[in-house]
């Protein structure tokens, strides 16, 4: 759903100061993420990146840089003093630029991480069904104490008649289980008209955007409420404990909707599943597995246990044993890789390709079918279909200045032990024996050996320990 009407504001310009943390408190991740990209990820579900407003203050060049790439327009709030105050800068910004202002005007918090699509369908949807001045997101707790309450004219009816402080509340109003979120959504001239009236006579000396509730009621203006299906949606994190507790939440959400696909995860509240990972159905996550970035598995394969996987692709029937960690790296189907294998970035394996106990490979392509099943590093190489790689092989790619490459052909045997010193060519169907090491390109189905001559010296041992035995008799 995007509604050109509509615009968004985030509001992300705030420290976070209870966090001790040197980092913006929306850069913070869980999930994968950085809080605020959570956010902008719901906020562009309801309008394109062009009407997304991100206000920005503390660290601001850091958090610009950080979600630059959504393709959202920043303004800058220098001074924070309140909410209101960050509308009142965004106004100022509109009527500087000239840019039409929109309709109406959803605003969230940078912090809100778990905010669902779906509610802000919602509060979207009955904004202007009810033809209201001013919605509020609101959620039941198990305990409201230290929130802002959200006072309804009836118990069950829609409309509110004010949002109280939690330090304002009369004594009738103290039982109030309904908070306010901070998200909202305004007829955006009605917010405006009413902005230049707010005052910072309250404890905190602080602009508050929610003093335009009393406002609006105060004319006949509908300002309604919709309560969200979870707390945890709308509440933001202002401690690190806070922010782990939604990080759990956020991880357990992912891996109850892979779980609903057809993916088998036993202890799922053991394994790390970042937001944005896809896998397949019949594909079975044991115990203690990360799957973290934009990690997508394909069907029907298995991970074992504390493999940790990163912004990888991994196809059909694969199976990953073991302890693995791979980076940025894909995976055909039908491979088998590890236990303890280790994929650093741009490493292709390909379909039916084993890569075994403490492989390494590095900016390398494993042909289909290909073996490297032992003890063996893999570096700027591309290696072609059907080659066995033995135990304790190297491709020596770096001179100290330069990183160079090893092209390997099909059919190729490689000995255990052998080092291949790019850069180097070897050839279709090429034999190299074991401990070789090769420095010069080797011909299609030819036989290469690089190793020194062994000599035997029968007696040697016997000769020798005669020898020290006569020097400690004397």
Same mark, same amino acid.
């Given at each position: 759903m995007t509604t050109p009407d509509f615009a968004i504001a985030i509001m992300a310009a705030g420290k976070g100061t209870r966090l /001790?943390? /040197?980092r913006p408190k929306v850069l913070h991740e869980i999930g994968g993420r950085a809080l605020l990209l959570h956010v902008i990820a719901a906020a562009k579900t309801v309008v394109s990146a062009e009407h997304i407003y991100c206000i920005i203050g503390h660290e601001s060049d850091r958090v610009r840089t950080a979600v630059a790439h959504t393709g959202i327009q920043f303004v800058l709030q220098p @001074?924070? *003093?309140g909410t209101g105050h960050a509308m009142q800068v965004l106004k100022a910004d509109f009527e500087l630029s000239g840019a039409s202002l929109p /309709?109406?005007?959803l605003v969230l918090s940078g912090d809100v991480p778990l905010i669902r699509p779906e509610t802000l369908a919602a509060v979207h949807d009955i904004h202007l069904r009810e033809r209201? #001045?001013? %919605?509020?997101? %609101?959620a039941i707790p198990e305990n409201p104490t230290g929130y802002g309450r959200v006072i309804r004219a009836t118990p069950d009816g829609p409309y509110v008649t004010a949002i109280v402080e939690q330090k304002s509340l009369m004594p009738d109003q103290l039982s109030a289980p309904e908070i306010n979120s901070g998200i909202y959504c305004f007829e955006t001239r009605a917010l405006f008209s009413h902005l230049n009236a707010l005052d910072t006579d309250n404890a905190h000396g602080e602009f508050y955007l929610t003093d335009v509730a009393a406002m609006l009621v105060s004319e006949g203006k509908r300002v309604v409420a919709v309560q969200a299906d979870s707390v945890d949606e709308v509440l933001g994190?202002? %401690?690190? #404990?806070e922010m782990m507790h939604l990080d759990a939440a956020m991880r357990l959400a992912a #891996? +109850? *909707?892979l779980m609903a696909e057809g993916v088998t995860i036993f202890r799922p509240e053991t394994c790390v599943i970042d937001s944005e990972v896809e896998v397949g159905p019949d594909t079975v996550? @044991?115990?203690y597995v990360q799957l973290l970035g934009k990690t997508t598995i394909g069907s029907d394969s298995r991970i074992r246990s504390y493999s940790v996987i990163t912004n990888t692709t991994i196809g059909d029937n694969v199976t990953v044993l073991n302890g693995c960690i791979f980076d940025n790296s894909e995976i055909a189907n039908n491979a088998i890789l590890g236990p303890y294998a280790r994929l650093r970035p741009e490493s292709r394996i390909g379909e039916g390709a084993h890569i075994g106990n403490f492989v390494e490979t590095k900016k390398t392509t494993v042909g289909k079918?290909? +073996?490297a099943n032992h003890l063996s590093y893999l570096g700027d190489a591309v290696i072609g279909e059907r080659v066995n790689i033995g135990a304790g092989t190297i491709t020596c790619n770096y001179d100290g200045v330069h990183k160079h490459r090893t092209t390997i052909g099909d059919g190729v045997f490689v000995g255990s032990d052998s080092n291949l010193v790019a850069p180097v060519t070897i050839g279709d169907g090429a034999y190299i024996a074991a401990g070789s090491s090769i420095t010069e390109d080797v011909p299609e189905g030819a036989l290469a050996l690089g190793r020194a001559r062994q000599v035997t010296k029968p007696g040697w041992v016997t000769a020798r320990k005669a020898s020290a035995n006569e020097r400690k008799s004397c």
């Open positions: /001790k943390s /040197k @001074e924070q *003093r /309709k109406h005007l209201a #001045a001013m %919605t509020i997101l %609101t994190a202002n %401690t690190i #404990a #891996a +109850k *909707r996550i @044991e115990p079918g290909s +073996k």
